[in-house]
């Protein structure tokens, strides 16, 4: 049995989770509810001044714990590659300007090439921005995407190929963000999540659950306990790696951004509690 | 490169692909476009005489490729896993009064209870009703279902799982379909499919493809060039093992059920032959 959560100390919520409060809104609303870090999605930083940004975070009492997101390097002209490029090393300086140790990688897909090619495009990417990544101190977590994305979101669709190419890149700022909604089928990921600790590479935990039925390919994600997925089991597994990190509730969900975003975090923190 | 296609004397076609169409009505259509192959879904057999359709499949000049669907064992209760191998045994008599030399088998999976107990329940059932299948001369497919479907439809997700299962049951009546809507994401599949066609359990070939973007989680499924996947490819690792039967076309969609069936399956043909 995984530990019991007792207490918001390892709470993080996505700004995304609740998309329609603006970032200053998230951090009063969070920081009032007890819950402990931040993770901020790029679009709740425009026409902000970003390092007030990260003043007005830790003012509040909580930690950034990382910026989404960087990636989507793939591409089949190189002129966007290099636009993706650019982009990402935007972001590796966003990152530290905000304060966040973390850049957390959507890697990207090209629908009209083979999936090889657009990893080795990531791969290759990747390689790009990390001396940047290593100036400005901050690290790179691949996100393996469920399958159902490997279209043109991402090529890299489970946790051992995202240990392969860390591996591979082998800099102690490229490692692997889990995320239980892309990840939570696959017959290997207990022994790939330890073989991710082990390697020092689990930078990032991400939890919500997969509904059944499940309405939409993006938007309707459900709340821890909600779902199919044994999320206590899973974080049970990374635990057992060392990880010591927060538990990140990131849901992209229509139903939820519907309601009131004060019953939904509510919400969220009675979901935590009980199911994570 | 693949060999070319350049007749329609593997061209194989799921019932439900025009499902407007009444079973007599698509074996009619597809004789007269020259399809040789027919894959008859178990609803289009609604009150009718089995051996009847049969015969009139044979006697148009088709031929009948497999019964879909067995399978959906899981279930929390003992009761409903008993109904679940009751009607698979009812499917395989289907098979055998139509003259399909096979059933393919959508496996299930219960959200309720883990994926590893789901498929030990799915073994079970497989060993349970494999005896009336050998007596009926009817093989047994498992198909991997992408891992989108992993809560409700089918605990085995990957080529890799099937192939495995297919083994450790080890009769020559159970193998594999592969369908490349579900697989082709899998950076194991080419080195999968040599080894389910080397250990003679490659039973089936399915084929449409993944648009960008799927706006539905069942009933988006695209013509083959009409997505990201590379049909043609998969298709030489399939027939490299030897594998000589029907390329199958197997396609869910709003979209083409909505319109004039006569045009689809002309849409069907042309994208057969240049892109399959």
Redesign the interface.
Known sequence: MPSEINNLSKLCIHTITTKPWQLEVAVEKYAKAGVKGITVWRDALEGRDIYKSGRIIRSAGLEVVSLCRGGFFPSASAEKRQLAIDDNLKAIDEAAAIGAPLVVLVCGAE??Q??EKSRSQIKEGIAKVLPQAQKCGVKLAIEPL???Y???RSAV??IK?ANDMAEEINSEYVGVAVDVYHL????DLEKEIYRCGENGKLFAFHVCD?K????D?LLDRGLMGE??I?VPQIREWVEKTGFNGFNEVEIFSNKYWGMGQDEFLNKIIQAYLKHT
């Open positions: 629908p009209a083979p999936l469920h399958p159902m490997a279209d043109d669709n489970t190929q939570w089928w696959d017959p997969w059944t039925p499940t309405t390919l779902g199919c044994n």
